[in-house]
C-alpha cells in the first residue's frame, strides 16, 4: 500500500479478529473500504483470517497481538504507527469466558484472574497502547465488546439464560468492571474528541459459547461497526445493543 492511500482511508484495529465476531467487524469496516488490521495471537490463523477477508476484497494487513502480553500489545501499536501513522478507530473485541462452570463458590481464583486478564486489563492495555495513535486522528472511535450479561440489572432481573447467561463470576463480572472501566475512559476523554462506546453482540454462535448461540456473528457485529462509524456528535460512554441503550 502506497502512503497516499493509507492517509486516504480509515485505519481500523479489532483485536480478536480471526473468527467469531471479530472476524466480521473486521469484514463489515473493510466493506467500508477502510484499512483494517486484523489483531490475532495465532500466526496461522491470523493469517488465514487475513487472506479470506482480501480474497473478499477487504484491504486487511495482520497484526499479531495478544492482549495478556504487554510486549506483544507494545509491538502490536509500533506496527500500526509504522503502517498508517495513526488509528481511527480501535475495537476491543478479544474476549474469553474462562470456561464453565463458574459457580462463585467452586471456581478458582486462577479462573478469575485469567478472564480478567483478558477481557479487562487486556482492553486496557491495547487502549493506553494504540491511544497515542487515536489522538492523531480527526474522528477517533473506541469500542469495548461487552455483554448483556454485564448488565447488574439483567444480572439481577431475571433467570433467563439467554438474557443473563449462566451463573458465572468470572465472565459476566468481567464484563461488569469492563463496562465501568469504559465509563471511566469516556469521562477522561470527554473533551478530546475520541468516542467510547459498549456493545453488546446478542447471544450470538460462535466458538465461545459452542456455538449455542441464536445470532450470526454477523449480526452480533452490527452494533459495533455502528458504534465505529458514530458521527462527532454521537454518544460517549454508552452501552448499547441493536435494540439501544442497555441498562447498567
Ligand atoms: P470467539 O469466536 O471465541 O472469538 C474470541 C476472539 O478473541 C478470538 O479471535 C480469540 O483468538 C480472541 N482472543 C482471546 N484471547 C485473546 C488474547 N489473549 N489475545 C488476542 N486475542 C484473543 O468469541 P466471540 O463470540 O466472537 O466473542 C467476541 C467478543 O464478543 C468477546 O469479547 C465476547 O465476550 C463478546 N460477546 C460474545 C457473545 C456471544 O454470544 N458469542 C455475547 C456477548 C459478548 P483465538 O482464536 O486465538 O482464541
Given at each position: 500500500m502506497t502512503e497516499q492511500r493509507t492517509q486516504e482511508k480509515t485505519i481500523a484495529l479489532v483485536t480478536g479478529?480471526?473468527?467469531g465476531i471479530g472476524y466480521e467487524i473486521a469484514a463489515g469496516l473493510g466493506a467500508l473500504g477502510w484499512s483494517v488490521g486484523v489483531g490475532a495471537r495465532d500466526d496461522g490463523r491470523r493469517e488465514a483470517a487475513v487472506e479470506k477477508l482480501r480474497a473478499a476484497g477487504v484491504d486487511a494487513f495482520g497484526v499479531p497481538l495478544d492482549v495478556t502480553d504487554d510486549a506483544s500489545v507494545a509491538a502490536a501499536a509500533r506496527l500500526v504507527e509504522q503502517r498508517?501513522?495513526?488509528?481511527d478507530v480501535l475495537v476491543n473485541n478479544a474476549g474469553v469466558?474462562?470456561?464453565?462452570?463458574?459457580e462463585p463458590t467452586q471456581v478458582s481464583l486462577e479462573q478469575v484472574r485469567a478472564v480478567v486478564e483478558t477481557n479487562v486489563l487486556g482492553v486496557i492495555r491495547v487502549t493506553n497502547a494504540v491511544l497515542p495513535l487515536l489522538r492523531r486522528s480527526a474522528s477517533p472511535r473506541i469500542v469495548n465488546m461487552s455483554?448483556?450479561?454485564?448488565s447488574l440489572t439483567r444480572q439481577s432481573a431475571t433467570t433467563d439464560e439467554l438474557s443473563?447467561?449462566?451463573?458465572?463470576v468470572a465472565y459476566s463480572p468481567s464484563k461488569t468492571f469492563l463496562n465501568a472501566v469504559t465509563v471511566q475512559y469516556a469521562k477522561e476523554l470527554r473533551d478530546t474528541g475520541i468516542l467510547i462506546n459498549l456493545a453488546c453482540p446478542g447471544f450470538v454462535a460462535t466458538d465461545l459459547n459452542g456455538f449455542r448461540g441464536v445470532r450470526t456473528p454477523e449480526q452480533g457485529a452490527a452494533i459495533a461497526i455502528r458504534l465505529a462509524t458514530l458521527p462527532d456528535d454521537g454518544p460517549t460512554g454508552g452501552y448499547f445493543e441493536d435494540a439501544g441503550v442497555i441498562p447498567w
Open positions: 479478529a480471526n473468527k498508517a501513522g495513526r488509528l469466558t474462562g470456561g464453565m462452570p463458574q455483554s448483556g450479561v454485564g443473563t447467561g449462566p451463573i458465572s
